[in-house]
């Protein structure tokens, strides 16, 4: 109950990638056979990955993950502009749910001397569109915003911001991890300039990832070396990761319908089955949100106990985003909701995937509810005449 986190390799993708183990493992940079045959292999999965999100093949930079798209994308545009800054208004604005991979590099650019502007969102996650149209100034050159939040599962608004930003000349980034395979999008229709996406949250390998980066767009490289992806991205490139991300990029397009519906009736059911227990509230979009996506809190309940008393019964569930779990501070995106601490530590989310079954969600609906009594027979806080909402 934790595909959010990652995923397990599809065995399709795992055969896909096992001969650029052992056989066909030439440098893709190398003129000879070896290299030459690996070269053209990763050239077929740029065009599955470029395939998924309606952009050309050359616009495709590979990258060992989601973070460092993120980190490529805002710091590249940023260092394109170190000269052009201007002494007032912001320059970047992006949004204050974000993943800490987008948050915390505007945050180091902001202890350069860039300006940034966050906005906010209404208690579901939802970014106002009029609100980012209002925040651009004339000194504003990126918008960085998510497809969809990887805590709460809501679906932003992003074909609306994204004719904004082409209507104010703005580049327009956007983190689509959580997203791809299982909502649709199309870099052109969607005014996208940037886009960051990721293989182990779409059954591919671990360690390695995509940045989208529309031509013409030029970015500032993070690596120096031997000019690599057209010198945005120095280093030998991960084969059979690419070979890997590029499989799961085809089966994601594939199978899109297939996925989408089994998910949102598991997840549908999984709602309905846990809003029964009293006190129980479901944190995010009611309708805007991922199909794998199902985000609770409940009165007087202290998350991280919940999340044990699971475990025991053989369910992995998270407490808040997996890079920052382990962390006792309250989600930054719970908070931005108007929850409080204690609300937020009240709060747990499941995130289902391809081989998850109606028989999982009877089995975690079944344990629920006599784990979260039992929880809040030990509460001091559980008193129902003083909870209000």
């Not at 000194?139 to 497809?147: A, D, G, K, P, Q």
């Not at 990029?249 to 009736?265: I, M, P, V």
């Amino acid at each position: 109950m934790d595909y959010g986190a990652t995923t397990p390799v599809d065995p399709n993708i795992i055969t896909a990638m096992r001969p650029f183990f052992e056989k066909t493992f030439g440098n893709p940079s190398s003129i000879h056979s070896y290299g030459i045959d690996a070269s053209e292999m990763i050239s077929e999965s740029r065009q599955h990955v470029a395939s998924i999100i309606g952009a050309h093949e050359d616009e495709i930079i590979f990258s060992s993950g989601g973070t460092e798209s993120d980190n490529l994308a805002i710091k590249g545009i940023a260092y394109k502009h170190l000269d052009k800054r201007k002494t007032k208004g912001p320059h970047i604005l992006t949004s204050v749910i974000e993943h800490p991979a987008v948050l915390e590099p505007i945050r180091y650019l902001e202890k350069l001397g860039f300006s940034i502007a966050y906005i906010p969102v209404d208690s579901t996650g939802l970014i106002d569109p009029k609100q980012v149209e209002e925040t651009i100034s004339e000194n504003t050159f990126l918008v960085s915003i998510m497809t969809a939040n990887n805590e709460i599962g809501t679906i932003e608004p992003i074909r609306d911001i994204g004719r904004i930003t082409k209507r104010h000349g703005v580049l327009f980034h956007t983190d689509a991890v959580q997203a791809i395979g299982k909502v649709p999008l199309d870099v052109k229709k969607d005014s996208i300039d940037l886009l960051s996406l990721s293989s182990h949250k779409m059954y591919g390998p671990k360690g390695v990832g995509a940045l989208y980066v529309k031509e013409p767009v030029r970015l500032e490289p993070l690596f120096h070396g031997g000019g690599h992806e057209k010198g945005m991205r120095s280093g030998t490139l991960n084969t059979p990761g690419i070979i890997g991300l590029g499989k799961a990029c085809k089966l994601a397009r594939n199978r899109f319908e297939k996925d989408t519906k089994h998910l949102e009736k598991l997840r549908d059911t999984l709602i309905k089955n846990v809003l029964q227990i009293e006190e129980s509230y479901l944190n995010g979009h009611p309708t805007k949100r991922l199909v794998n996506n199902a985000h609770f809190r409940f009165a007087a309940i202290e998350g991280e106990s919940l999340h044990m008393m699971l475990d025991r019964e053989g369910i992995a569930a998270a407490t808040g985003s997996a890079c920052s779990s382990k962390k006792l501070k309250p989600s930054h995106v719970l908070l931005a909701l108007g929850l409080t601490p204690e609300e937020s530590h009240g709060s747990i989310r499941f995130s289902i995937g391809r081989t998850s079954t109606i028989e999982d969600i009877e089995y975690v609906s079944e344990k629920m509810m006599p784990i979260v009594e039992s929880l809040r027979k030990m509460s001091p806080l559980w008193n129902k005449e003083e909870i209000t909402r």
